[in-house]
Protein backbone atom coordinates (compact mmCIF):
# COMPACT_ATOMS: atom_id res chain seq x y z
CA UNK A 1 0.00 0.00 0.00
CA UNK A 2 1.01 3.68 -0.26
CA UNK A 3 -0.39 6.39 1.31
CA UNK A 4 -0.78 10.00 -0.61
CA UNK A 5 -0.53 13.28 0.88
CA UNK A 6 -1.27 16.79 -1.00
CA UNK A 7 -0.68 20.08 0.03
CA UNK A 8 0.24 23.39 -1.14
CA UNK A 9 -3.28 24.24 -2.35
CA UNK A 10 -4.45 27.46 -1.81
CA UNK A 11 -6.10 30.97 -3.26
CA UNK A 12 -3.84 32.87 -5.56
CA UNK A 13 -4.42 36.01 -7.92
CA UNK A 14 -4.59 35.04 -11.92
CA UNK A 15 -0.76 35.03 -13.27
CA UNK A 16 0.32 33.87 -9.42
CA UNK A 17 1.84 30.77 -8.99
CA UNK A 18 1.77 27.99 -6.32
CA UNK A 19 3.39 24.49 -5.65
CA UNK A 20 1.85 21.66 -4.34
CA UNK A 21 2.99 18.48 -2.92
CA UNK A 22 2.66 15.05 -2.36
CA UNK A 23 3.92 13.42 -0.14
CA UNK A 24 4.19 9.25 -0.31
CA UNK A 25 4.45 6.77 2.24
CA UNK A 26 4.43 3.30 2.47
CA UNK A 27 5.63 0.55 0.00
CA UNK A 28 7.11 3.86 -1.47
CA UNK A 29 9.67 1.27 -3.19
CA UNK A 30 7.48 -0.58 -5.71
CA UNK A 31 6.68 3.54 -6.99
CA UNK A 32 6.59 3.26 -10.90
CA UNK A 33 4.56 6.69 -11.73
CA UNK A 34 2.63 9.69 -10.02
CA UNK A 35 0.26 12.16 -11.83
CA UNK A 36 -2.07 15.01 -10.88
CA UNK A 37 -5.34 15.39 -11.67
CA UNK A 38 -7.61 18.12 -11.11
CA UNK A 39 -11.52 18.49 -10.79
CA UNK A 40 -13.23 21.54 -11.33
CA UNK A 41 -16.56 22.23 -9.76
CA UNK A 42 -19.16 20.48 -11.79
CA UNK A 43 -16.86 18.99 -13.92
CA UNK A 44 -15.25 15.26 -14.33
CA UNK A 45 -11.57 15.04 -13.13
CA UNK A 46 -9.18 15.61 -15.59
CA UNK A 47 -5.24 14.70 -16.27
CA UNK A 48 -3.17 17.26 -15.58
CA UNK A 49 0.64 15.94 -15.27
CA UNK A 50 2.62 12.62 -15.09
CA UNK A 51 6.51 11.67 -14.21
CA UNK A 52 7.90 8.25 -14.08
CA UNK A 53 9.25 7.65 -10.66
CA UNK A 54 12.44 7.05 -12.93
CA UNK A 55 12.28 10.74 -14.32
CA UNK A 56 12.72 9.34 -17.55
CA UNK A 57 8.87 9.82 -19.03
CA UNK A 58 6.72 13.27 -18.03
CA UNK A 59 3.49 14.03 -20.17
CA UNK A 60 1.68 17.40 -19.29
CA UNK A 61 -2.01 17.87 -20.38
CA UNK A 62 -2.30 20.58 -23.21
CA UNK A 63 -3.45 22.61 -21.15
CA UNK A 64 -1.03 23.15 -18.60
CA UNK A 65 1.92 22.99 -21.21
CA UNK A 66 4.26 25.48 -20.14
CA UNK A 67 3.00 26.99 -17.16
CA UNK A 68 2.93 23.94 -14.87
CA UNK A 69 6.20 21.61 -14.42
CA UNK A 70 6.03 18.06 -12.37
CA UNK A 71 9.00 17.11 -10.35
CA UNK A 72 9.87 13.79 -7.67
CA UNK A 73 12.42 13.83 -5.16
CA UNK A 74 13.35 10.36 -4.78
CA UNK A 75 15.09 10.40 -1.24
CA UNK A 76 11.92 12.12 0.01
CA UNK A 77 9.09 10.39 -1.98
CA UNK A 78 7.65 13.56 -2.69
CA UNK A 79 5.88 14.85 -5.79
CA UNK A 80 5.50 17.99 -7.10
CA UNK A 81 3.58 20.16 -9.48
CA UNK A 82 4.75 24.11 -9.98
CA UNK A 83 2.18 25.64 -11.23
CA UNK A 84 2.86 29.08 -12.79
CA UNK A 85 0.80 31.71 -14.95
CA UNK A 86 -1.95 30.57 -13.13
CA UNK A 87 -5.94 31.33 -14.64
CA UNK A 88 -9.26 31.23 -13.18
CA UNK A 89 -10.02 28.23 -14.99
CA UNK A 90 -7.26 26.34 -13.10
CA UNK A 91 -9.51 26.64 -10.41
CA UNK A 92 -9.84 23.23 -9.33
CA UNK A 93 -9.29 20.38 -6.05
CA UNK A 94 -6.05 18.52 -7.33
CA UNK A 95 -5.58 15.22 -6.72
CA UNK A 96 -2.30 13.50 -6.48
CA UNK A 97 -2.00 9.29 -7.87
CA UNK A 98 0.56 6.93 -8.02
CA UNK A 99 0.56 3.36 -9.04
CA UNK A 100 3.42 0.26 -8.91
CA UNK A 101 4.67 -1.16 -11.87
CA UNK A 102 2.08 -4.44 -12.40
CA UNK A 103 -0.57 -2.12 -10.56
CA UNK A 104 -3.31 -0.05 -11.96
CA UNK A 105 -1.15 2.72 -14.08
CA UNK A 106 -3.59 4.33 -16.95
CA UNK A 107 -2.80 8.02 -16.14
CA UNK A 108 -4.93 9.02 -19.25
CA UNK A 109 -8.21 7.34 -18.35
CA UNK A 110 -7.32 8.17 -14.39
CA UNK A 111 -7.23 4.52 -13.73
CA UNK A 112 -4.49 4.59 -11.29
CA UNK A 113 -3.48 2.44 -7.82
CA UNK A 114 -3.77 5.14 -5.43
CA UNK A 115 -5.05 8.23 -4.56
CA UNK A 116 -4.74 11.33 -2.30
CA UNK A 117 -7.49 13.18 -0.75
CA UNK A 118 -7.00 16.38 -3.25
CA UNK A 119 -6.00 19.91 -2.01
CA UNK A 120 -8.40 22.95 -3.32
CA UNK A 121 -6.88 25.57 -5.66
CA UNK A 122 -8.43 28.47 -5.78
CA UNK A 123 -7.32 31.17 -8.72
CA UNK A 124 -9.26 34.58 -8.83
CA UNK A 125 -9.32 36.71 -11.57
Known amino acids: ????VESGGGTVQA???LRLSCAASGRTASTYRMAWFRQAPGKEREFVAT???SGGNIVYANSVKGRFTISRVIDTNTGYLQ????????????YC???????????????MEYWG???LVTVSS
Open 117 to 119: KGT
Open 15 to 17: GGS
Open 83 to 94: MNRLKPEDTAVY
Open 1 to 4: QVQL
Open 51 to 53: ITW
Open 97 to 111: AACTLFGRCVYSTGD
